[in-house]
């Protein structure tokens, strides 16, 4: 396996091709599939409420993603502003639903992601980021020119069109979408996508077709490949047995890695919808996670009883930590292997 990024095989032209391409999806917005059709180019703002050009919150290198994403030297996330679910009970609602953030130039965001590269990160996690991709491709294609050799990991909800997937290829090495539900009614119930399962179901095709199982180096960090993650909502709101059932039936077990989350706090405006008001209790993740094992699936668990609330970040205190030199953030829960649960 190349250990190289893929986007380091690029030629200026494939760069220029690709750029045109989603500028060209963003002038009638149908970067993600709710296809607002507004001309985010000249500024317009459709359902995300983003603006043309770059809004970002937060870059620093994170310590609590999955073992093979943050490693030794943490994960280098750029957290976008802005966000095309909305879920009602987001942890990132600082984001996703009040905006927090400003507006960087590419050849800032350029100059930060060479920043986390000297900081000893091992990848460029790009969270939430399909909204701005026309203004992503830039910065990525700048700081390549000038040195960068981290993988590229995206870090997404899972609504994505297989489209703007294909126009990531070569960019993108390891993805890590959600599948947040495997019903469309708690869908559009929470996050406003009454046509999500579909559509997440198509893009998950798409991008391990694209990238295939996960594969890391010898130091068990991720350089191609793709993760899946699903948070388990409290009274299976999620339809998470849905989620398994669709998994066993597409995938090889031996072939996916799953991240099988238990991290859920009902923040934002959860307290709005009863069966989600309250944070998930041991039994049912137990439940939930003894049929994911069952099913032969390997990724990553969690322990609820050793849950806290660090992995909940402040953004408006988190800036730009990369540069200032402050700790990252400690990981926020124990994520152990499905094979060590196995034998443990």
Request: charged residues 25%; proline residues 7%; glycine residues 8%.
């Amino acid at each position: 396996m190349p250990m190289e990024p893929s986007y380091t095989y690029l030629s200026d032209a494939d760069w220029a091709a690709r750029r045109a391409a989603l500028e060209g999806l963003a002038r009638r917005c149908a970067l993600c599939p709710r296809g607002c059709g507004v001309d985010r180019t000249a500024g317009e703002r459709g359902f995300c409420g983003a603006p043309g050009g770059l809004v970002i919150s937060s870059l620093f290198p994170h310590h609590g993603e999955e073992p093979p994403i943050s490693g030794r030297g943490g994960s280098g996330t750029v957290f976008f502003t802005h966000c095309t679910l909305k879920c009602v009970f987001c942890q990132n609602w600082q984001l996703s639903h009040a905006g927090e953030g400003r507006l960087y130039r590419p050849e800032e965001l350029a100059r930060k992601l060479l920043h986390l590269q000297a900081r000893g990160c091992h990848n460029v996690n790009l969270v939430t980021a399909t909204h701005f991709l026309p203004w992503i491709l830039p910065a990525l294609q700048r700081a390549a020119d000038q040195g960068l050799r981290l993988p590229v990991v995206y870090n997404c909800g899972g609504y994505e069109r297989e489209e703007v997937i294909d126009l990531l290829a070569g960019i993108v090495d390891v993805w890590l979408p959600d599948m947040k539900y495997g019903d469309d009614r708690p869908a559009a119930r929470y996050s406003r996508a009454p046509d999500y399962v579909a559509v997440n179901r198509a893009a998950v095709r798409r991008m391990f077709r694209q990238v295939g199982p996960l594969r890391c180096d010898e130091e068990g960090i991720a350089r191609r490949g793709l993760i899946l993650r699903h948070l388990v909502l409290p009274g299976d709101a999620a339809a998470s047995r849905a989620v398994l059932s669709f998994l066993a039936a597409t995938f090889d077990p031996e072939d996916l890695t799953v991240s099988w989350m238990a991290q859920y706090r009902p923040l934002y405006r959860a307290a709005d919808h009863p069966e989600i008001a309250r944070r998930l209790e041991p039994g049912e993740y137990a439940a939930s996670r003894r049929e994911f094992l069952e099913a032969g699936f390997s990724g990553f668990l969690q322990d609820v009883e050793r849950l806290d609330d660090a992995f909940v970040i402040d953004f408006t205190t988190r800036k730009e930590e990369a540069l200032t030199g402050e700790p990252a953030p400690a990981p926020p829960s124990s994520l152990r292997t499905a094979r060590e649960r196995r034998s443990a």
